[in-house]
Structures are given as structure tokens and as C-alpha cells.
């Protein structure tokens, strides 16, 4: 259902929801052991990393702005098209991998109301694994004008947390921030029957932004 959004302030970066048990930690490290590092040789030898590891924070946890694509269906994630598969019930699976350079701030494919947000309990191996099929991750599904469409935030090996932002019975916005994986993963999009993928494997993505069907 294509929709306009306001424009986003072009270059505005907010840090995402859910940062905030790692990056305060690692920040507050850097802090104390800058302040401290010209009179303690100790603390100066913890500075450079700490600040160095608080500076990679920053820049996993950044949310930027994004100016919404019009499609029916778009990217829920930034990353690489890993694989597109044909589904026994005629769906097309998109999965689309994360790595920890990738924003890992997901948006609502399309338009609609969020029917349910379970967790599933499962393992941490890499998200690129085929293995990966059995990890932890958080199975959505939105009532839309397409029908029911289903998106899996899938967590990887360093990846052990996926915070939603919003629960069952919400309505989001097409391109609406909707949930963080923490550190590298995966997402799926369960396309329906009769939609046609215009993604390629090896394809770059952006959450927001990258259309996945073609009219």
C-alpha cells in the first residue's frame, strides 16, 4: 500500500533503541579511563581500546533517517540478499544477512497491523549457516493489504538479543522502525504467492529503502 511519508531530515543519525545495556557501559569506560589516562599508566593503556571499542558502538547502534521508497514491499533490514527461496505454499523466502557494519534497526515491510511477535528459543551459529535455520529468533506477522506476511529476525553467533519495539495489535506505517538485532544476523520476508522478487542474491539492501517485488 503505498503511502507518503514525510521527508526525513537528510543526515540526521540517532542511536536505536535498545543500545543502551552495551553502549553506556563501553562509553562510560572510555570516559573514565581518557579523564584518568594522563596521570595513570594503567589508564592509559585502557583508553585506547576502550575508546576504540566505544567509537565501533557508536557506529553499530546508529539509526539513521531514511526517505521511505513507495512499493508494495520493501527491505526490513540492511544487508545482502544471502538467498531467495520457493516455499512449499507458494510464499517466496527473502533472506537477507546483517553483518556487524550493517545498521541493525528493522522496519516494517509494509503497511499494516502486527497480528502477533513471537519468540522462539533456539541456537547461536552463524546467521550465513544453513544451521542458522534452528537459532533464537522473533517470528512476525502483519495483516496487510497483501494478506499475511511474516518477517524472521533471525539472531546469529555474536547476535544473541532482538529487541522488538512494537507488541500484537500495533499499526505501523510501512518503513517503521519495528525491532534491533544486535550485532550480526539475519532477516526473512515471506513473500505471498503471485508477488515476483526484484532482488538478486548478492544484492545490497536497505532497510526503508530497497524495494524487494516488482509490479
Given at each position: 500500500?503505498?503511502?507518503?511519508?514525510?521527508?526525513?531530515?537528510?543526515?540526521?543519525?540517532?542511536?536505536?533503541r535498545g543500545a543502551?545495556?552495551?553502549?553506556l557501559?563501553?562509553?562510560?569506560?572510555a570516559?573514565?579511563?581518557?579523564?584518568?589516562?594522563?596521570?595513570s599508566?594503567?589508564?592509559?593503556?585502557?583508553a585506547?581500546?576502550?575508546?576504540?571499542l566505544?567509537?565501533?558502538?557508536?557506529?553499530?547502534?546508529?539509526?539513521?533517517?531514511?526517505?521511505?521508497t513507495?512499493g508494495?514491499?520493501?527491505?526490513?533490514?540492511?544487508?545482502?540478499?544471502?538467498?531467495?527461496?520457493?516455499?512449499?505454499?507458494?510464499?517466496?523466502?527473502?533472506?537477507?544477512?546483517?553483518?556487524?557494519?550493517?545498521?541493525?534497526?528493522?522496519?516494517?515491510?509494509?503497511?499494516?497491523?502486527?497480528?502477533?511477535?513471537?519468540?522462539?528459543?533456539?541456537?547461536?551459529?552463524?546467521?550465513?549457516?544453513?544451521?542458522?535455520?534452528?537459532?533464537e529468533?522473533?517470528v512476525?506477522?502483519?495483516?496487510?493489504?497483501l494478506?499475511?506476511?511474516?518477517?524472521?529476525?533471525i539472531?546469529?553467533?555474536?547476535?544473541?538479543?532482538?529487541?522488538?519495539?512494537?507488541?500484537q495489535?500495533?499499526?505501523?506505517?510501512?518503513?517503521?522502525?519495528?525491532?534491533?538485532?544486535?550485532?550480526?544476523?539475519?532477516?526473512?520476508?515471506?513473500?505471498?504467492?503471485?508477488?515476483e522478487?526484484?532482488?538478486?542474491?548478492?544484492q545490497?539492501?536497505?532497510a526503508?529503502?530497497t524495494?524487494?517485488d516488482?509490479?
Open positions: 500500500m503505498p503511502h507518503s511519508q514525510p521527508s526525513a531530515p537528510r543526515g540526521r543519525v540517532r542511536l536505536a543502551s545495556p552495551w553502549l557501559p563501553t562509553v562510560a569506560t570516559a573514565l579511563s581518557l579523564s584518568r589516562a594522563r596521570r599508566g594503567r589508564a592509559a593503556a585502557v585506547v581500546p576502550a575508546t576504540a566505544a567509537a565501533g558502538m557508536l557506529w553499530f547502534f546508529r539509526d539513521p533517517e531514511r526517505e521511505i513507495q508494495r514491499v520493501i527491505s526490513p533490514a540492511d544487508g545482502v540478499v544471502q538467498s531467495i527461496m520457493p516455499w512449499k505454499d507458494g510464499r517466496t523466502r527473502v533472506a537477507i544477512f546483517m553483518s556487524p557494519l550493517n545498521v541493525h534497526v528493522n522496519r516494517a515491510p509494509l503497511a499494516g497491523t502486527v497480528t502477533s511477535v513471537e519468540h522462539v528459543p533456539g541456537g547461536f551459529v552463524p546467521a550465513f549457516n544453513k544451521e542458522s535455520e534452528n537459532n529468533r522473533v512476525w506477522h502483519f495483516d496487510t493489504e494478506g499475511d506476511i511474516e518477517m524472521v529476525q539472531a546469529g553467533a555474536v547476535a544473541r538479543r532482538i529487541v522488538p519495539y512494537v507488541t495489535g500495533t499499526k505501523v506505517e510501512q518503513g517503521e522502525r519495528i525491532g534491533l538485532i544486535r550485532f550480526g544476523s539475519r532477516v526473512d520476508v515471506y513473500l505471498p504467492e503471485g508477488v522478487v526484484d532482488v538478486e542474491v548478492g545490497a539492501t536497505q526503508g529503502v524495494r524487494l516488482r509490479d
